[in-house]
């Protein structure tokens, strides 16, 4: 029988984003919106859409800078997990093609579906599957292409998404070593405020409504994540929340203590990715030198179910 372990850690991150960029005045030019009305209600200037790229492309060029980055090779990994909205398959699922694309031989490999909350789901998912002993070295991947199930008649949500993938290496600690991966607070809330239905399958939310969720019940869900962890908000040398709006996040990383330096801002330049949110902001925190190696993070995902999910981390 497979001895369980007690942790995980975090080895690396990878992110992979389209190269076309569109601007608020793109979008002006499409709907009746401006870029002032943009930028003072969610805080995006532009966002970036796939053109060519399937989510499983997207998925698998983030997971293999990852890899790259992780002193793993791709036979090591016995384990992928995949949070995504918006693939357009049912089978396989993305984990399957990402592996048949990093020629990763024989791995666990689902998909899971929270939403904006997935990574951190998928995080937690990987972490307890290490510790059950099931799996050693996991590949956690969140990945979304909204462009292709975004109404761009509507200006309410077509101005908020965007498309790109993030990923982690996950790995078992050695023997006396900390935990990487601190307990995950997760849970849903029985609301239909954000939805894509198979009729007409186009995001719909109830922007209001989430928007209030959002900035009542997601900052006791991020305090409850240090708690757990046993780490002081003011102590985290990183904070990522889902990328959602500036005008929910800010008021977060006031109201729980965060050091306004340390929060995550992707958002602008990237728009809303759903499940990539986060993971696709660490790794460009990380790579411009802003969240240092051993640092605590905090990832928050929340949105469509609604979902919620974080955990603090130990930056690779
Ligand atoms: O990712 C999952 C989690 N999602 C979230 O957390 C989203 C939470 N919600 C939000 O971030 C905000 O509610 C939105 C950004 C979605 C919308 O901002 P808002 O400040 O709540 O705007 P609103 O929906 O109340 O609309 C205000 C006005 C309306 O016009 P009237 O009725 O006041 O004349 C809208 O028709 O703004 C209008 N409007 C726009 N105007 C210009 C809506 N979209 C646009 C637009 N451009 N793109």
Same mark, same amino acid.
């Given at each position: 029988?497979?001895?369980?372990?007690?942790?995980?850690?975090?080895?690396s991150?990878?992110?992979?984003?389209?190269?076309?960029?569109?601007?608020?005045?793109?979008?002006?030019?499409?709907?009746?919106?401006?870029?002032?009305?943009?930028?003072?209600?969610?805080?995006?200037?532009?966002?970036?859409?796939?053109?060519?790229e399937?989510?499983?492309?997207?998925?698998a !060029?983030?997971?293999?800078?990852? !890899?790259?980055?992780?002193?793993l090779?791709?036979?090591?990994?016995?384990?992928?997990?995949?949070?995504?909205?918006?693939?357009?398959?049912?089978?396989?699922?993305?984990?399957?093609?990402?592996?048949?694309?990093?020629? @990763?031989?024989? *791995?666990?490999?689902?998909? !899971?579906?929270?939403?904006?909350?997935?990574?951190?789901?998928?995080?937690?998912?990987?972490?307890?599957?290490?510790?059950?002993?099931?799996?050693?070295?996991?590949?956690?991947?969140?990945?979304?292409?909204?462009?292709?199930?975004?109404?761009?008649?509507?200006?309410?949500?077509?101005?908020?998404?965007?498309?790109?993938?993030?990923?982690?290496?996950?790995?078992?600690?050695?023997?006396?070593?900390?935990?990487?991966?601190?307990?995950?607070?997760?849970?849903?809330?029985?609301?239909?405020?954000?939805?894509?239905?198979?009729?007409? *399958?186009?995001?719909?939310?109830?922007?209001?409504?989430?928007?209030?969720?959002?900035?009542?019940?997601?900052?006791?869900?991020?305090?409850?994540?240090?708690?757990?962890?046993?780490?002081?908000?003011?102590?985290?040398?990183?904070f990522? *929340?889902?990328?959602?709006?500036?005008? @929910?996040?800010?008021?977060?990383?006031?109201?729980?203590?965060?050091?306004?330096?340390?929060?995550?801002?992707?958002?602008?330049?990237?728009?809303?990715?759903?499940?990539?949110?986060?993971? !696709?902001?660490l790794?460009?925190?990380?790579?411009?030198?802003?969240?240092?190696?051993?640092?605590?993070?905090?990832l928050?995902?929340?949105?469509?179910?609604?979902?919620?999910?974080?955990?603090?981390?130990?930056? *690779?």
């Open positions: 029988m497979s001895s369980s372990v007690s942790g995980s850690k975090i080895l991150f990878g992110h992979y984003q389209p190269s076309r960029i569109l601007t608020n005045d793109d979008l002006a030019q499409m709907v009746d919106t401006n870029d002032e009305w943009i930028q003072s209600r969610v805080g995006i200037k532009e966002r970036r859409i796939a053109d060519g399937s989510v499983a492309d997207m998925a !060029l983030a997971a293999e800078k990852a !890899l790259a980055a992780s002193g090779s791709a036979t090591d990994i016995d384990l992928i997990v995949v949070a995504t909205c918006s693939n357009s398959d049912r089978s396989p699922n993305t984990a399957c093609r990402v592996a048949a694309k990093l020629g @990763i031989g024989a *791995p666990a490999a689902f998909d !899971l579906n929270t939403a904006c909350s997935g990574f951190s789901y998928a995080l937690a998912n990987a972490d307890h599957a290490i510790k059950a002993g099931a799996s050693k070295n996991a590949l956690v991947i969140g990945v979304e292409k909204l462009s292709e199930i975004t109404d761009w008649s509507d200006r309410s949500t077509c101005v908020i998404f965007g498309d790109g993938a993030g990923a982690a290496v996950v790995t078992a600690i050695s023997e006396g070593e900390e935990p990487g991966i601190g307990p995950v607070v997760w849970g849903s809330d029985p609301s239909e405020a954000i939805a894509i239905e198979g009729w007409r *399958p186009y995001i719909v939310q109830e922007g209001q409504k989430v928007f209030r969720w959002a900035t009542t019940a997601v900052p006791a869900i991020a305090l409850a994540a240090c708690q757990k962890a046993g780490v002081e908000p003011a102590e985290l040398g990183g990522v *929340p889902h990328q959602a709006n500036l005008r @929910i996040i800010e008021p977060l990383a006031r109201k729980i203590g965060v050091n306004p330096d340390v929060l995550a801002r992707d958002i602008v330049e990237s728009g809303n990715t759903s499940a990539a949110s986060i993971p !696709l902001a790794s460009k925190m990380i790579e411009r030198g802003e969240v240092k190696s051993g640092a605590s993070v905090l928050v995902g929340f949105g469509g179910g609604l979902t919620y999910a974080g955990q603090v981390i130990r930056c *690779p």
